[in-house]
């Protein structure tokens, strides 16, 4: 069975730009999560969404917004890009309720010139 | 000077050897705890989880303990490998809303001498 998949892998924007990031979760998965890890650190919770609905949001400005479809798959958008949003980008999948175990992908590696 | 941030705790052994990384959470009101295994350029791992209402679970080559009065958790691997070198997060799932959003320890990175 496919892990979380994530598109693109590698993305280079400039300042004041904006980007679209890409998720499809495992299958029968119904919780997309997204995770932002600076170089260095642990990764911070952005959003989570279940059944298309936003469920929980993490400390980011509102220039950070996601959204999920009808098949699960999800995608996060950031705008008026800024150096300081380099950083790994991650989604995670999981059933649904939050004590699932949260399975992420490989990431979408944003670097901001 | 120093960068915050970038400056990971790490723990050298050698290969055989036993490993201890040990973890401090934040919110004494998070019942589910994980931990990762991220290596480099790819995203974390699964490697063992555990509830709150327990305070030891193990997996193949893998013990999670948890102290929940001095709010801390560890993981030891058994038998330590080179592919196990790894930088390794503990995560706590926050439950105080609706939904599940983990919080992660700053991670350490683990060194396998062959």
């Known amino acids: 069975d496919a892990g979380v998949t994530q598109s693109p892998t590698h993305l280079i924007k400039t300042r004041g730009q904006h980007v679209t990031l890409r998720c499809s979760p495992i299958?029968?998965?119904?919780?997309v999560s997204w995770y932002q890890q600076v170089l260095g650190q642990g990764p911070q919770f952005i959003f989570q969404y279940y059944e298309k609905e936003e469920r929980g949001r993490g400390n980011f400005p509102d220039r950070f917004s996601a959204r999920q479809f009808p098949n699960y798959s999800s995608e996060l958008n950031v705008n008026a890009l800024l150096l300081g949003d380099s950083a790994l980008y991650l989604c995670?999948?999981?059933?649904?309720?939050?004590?699932?175990?949260?399975?992420f992908g490989p990431g979408t590696r944003l670097t901001v010139l | 000077g120093e960068s915050v941030g970038l400056h990971l705790p790490t723990l050298s052994v050698q290969e055989g050897d036993n490993s201890i990384i040990n973890c401090a959470y934040s919110n004494s009101a998070s019942d589910y705890f994980i931990w990762y295994k991220q290596e480099s350029g790819k995203g974390p791992q699964f490697i063992i989880d555990i509830r709150s209402n327990m305070d030891k679970r193990q997996g193949q080559r893998v013990t999670v303990l948890l102290n929940k009065t001095v709010k801390h958790l560890s993981l030891q691997i058994a038998a330590t490998q080179p592919g196990d070198s790894a930088v390794y997060f503990c995560a706590e799932n926050y439950a105080g809303d609706q939904g599940g959003k983990l919080i992660f320890g700053q991670g350490t990175e683990l060194s396998v001498k062959p």
């Open positions: 995670a999948s999981s059933s649904g309720t939050h004590t699932d175990t949260q399975y």
């Open positions: 299958s029968g998965h119904k919780s």
